[in-house]
Every structure is written in C-alpha cells, then in structure tokens.
C-alpha cells in the first residue's frame, strides 16, 4: 500500500527555517517525481516545489524559489523540503504528493495527510 | 489569483447531478496540457478523482465523469451524495509559468 507520512511540523518566527519530511513506503521513491503542495489558512492548493524521478530536475514556485531547497534520501525512500527566510504568507498545511505523467500530463496520485507550518512575526 | 478559475461554491440536492467548471488559458489547458481533478476533505489527504481529463482512478465510482474542451474543463457529478460534500481542485500544467498549477477550489454542498 503506497503511504506518504510527512512531518517537521512547527512553529517558527519570520526569517527563520524548518524542514519537512515526507516518509515512503509502499514503493521507491526514487522510481517517481515527487512534490510539495501547500494550502494557506482558508486558501487553496498551491504548488510549491518537486524534484524529477531520477533527481536531475527540480521545481520552484517563484515565491519560494531561491528561499525553499527540496531534496531526497534514496536510502531512506524520503522526500525534504528545506524552508528558509520564512515568510507570514508560508503559513500553511504543506502536503507531499506522488507525481505520474511528464509535464504536460503530469498529476499527483498519493497524497500525505500535510503537516502544518505556522510562522509568526 | 489561480491561473485556473472555479466557481467558488456549487450546491445539489441528494441524488442531484452538479457541474464544476475550470477555465484556463492558451498556455494550459488551451495548449494541450491535461486536466485532473482532486477531491478534497479539510485535514484530510487530496484524493485524486480524475487524471488526463477524463480517466477515473481504480475504486473511483463512475457517478465522477470529466471532459475538456478548448481551454475549459468541467467536472460532472451525478447521483449526489452526502459524502461528496468536499473541496474539489483542478490542476494542469502551464508552459508560460513552467509548473504546474491548480485551480482556486469549489466547495460542494449537498443540500
């Protein structure tokens, strides 16, 4: 059964950093693009970062890019989402997401549960 | 501001059947990207219902169909059910913005 089960969750202070983890299990991370989408308070979903099946590519939205560093641990079937300079407006839920499909076809088919980030001026 | 536009609520009666619409632009849906569509409970995983437009995942029910057409896409429901009651998303994939992007969500209330 595939499972994604993210964690990091936490509160911090703007400018500061947090990372995230995303746990697989059910099958190898490294076969798949995997992503992060977020959901601001009372928002909707956004895309925030992924990074290519075989680890060649990653993604940025703008209002992340050069601040958010996402990675993964073949060894350990684990997705991270390294967060820095943190921002009132990164407050949200930051879900971890399977992809499928190239980019015109690309989709995400499992989800995590999410795990809150709650930044604070 | 989503780069694909939904309707911010939509509402059926039980048994009812509802459409939700998601328009985009010559630079995703309208150049050829696909369309997927995800179902959403608050503190819940997003679910996803359907994928390259009209493909419904194993154990989703056929009372979910979808279709596209030029630069818009609809989602149908049929058959409402109390437990349809959720957040429903559409996301495609942008050339011009290079990511991919969702559409702002409609809530559906079965009345």
């Known amino acids: 059964e595939v499972q994604l089960v993210e964690s990091g969750e936490g509160l911090v202070q703007t400018g500061g950093s947090l990372t995230l983890s995303c746990a697989a299990s059910?099958?190898?991370?490294?076969?798949?693009?995997m992503h992060w989408v977020r959901q601001a308070p009372g928002k909707g979903l956004e895309y925030v970062s992924g990074?290519?099946?075989?680890?060649?590519?990653?993604f940025y939205a703008d209002s992340v890019r050069g601040r958010f560093t996402i990675s993964r641990d073949s060894s350990k079937n684990t997705l991270s989402l390294q967060m820095g300079s943190l921002r009132v407006e990164d407050m949200a839920v930051y879900y971890c997401?399977?992809?499928?499909?190239?980019?015109?076809?690309?989709?995400?088919?499992?989800w995590g549960q999410g795990t809150l980030v709650t930044v604070s001026s | 501001q989503s780069v694909l536009t939904q309707p911010p609520s939509v509402s059926g009666a039980p048994g009812q059947r509802v459409t939700i619409s998601c328009t985009g632009s010559?630079?995703?849906?309208?150049?050829?990207?696909?369309v997927h569509w995800y179902q959403h409970l608050p503190g819940t995983a997003p679910k996803l219902l359907i994928y390259?437009?009209?493909n419904r995942p194993s154990g989703v029910p056929d009372r979910f169909s979808a279709s596209k057409s030029g630069t818009s896409a609809s989602l149908a429901i049929t058959g409402l059910q109390a437990e349809d009651e959720a957040d429903y998303y559409c996301?495609?994939?942008?050339?011009?913005?290079?990511?991919?992007?969702f559409g702002g969500g409609t809530k559906l209330t079965v009345l």
């Open positions: 059910g099958f190898t991370l490294s076969n798949y693009g």
């Open positions: 010559s630079s995703n849906i309208g150049a050829g990207s696909d």
């Open positions: 390259g437009n009209s």
């Open positions: 997401a399977r992809g499928r499909g190239g980019y015109g076809d690309g989709h995400f088919d499992y």
């Open positions: 990074i290519s099946s075989d680890g060649g590519s990653t």
């Open positions: 996301q495609s994939y942008d050339s011009s913005l290079s990511r991919w992007v």
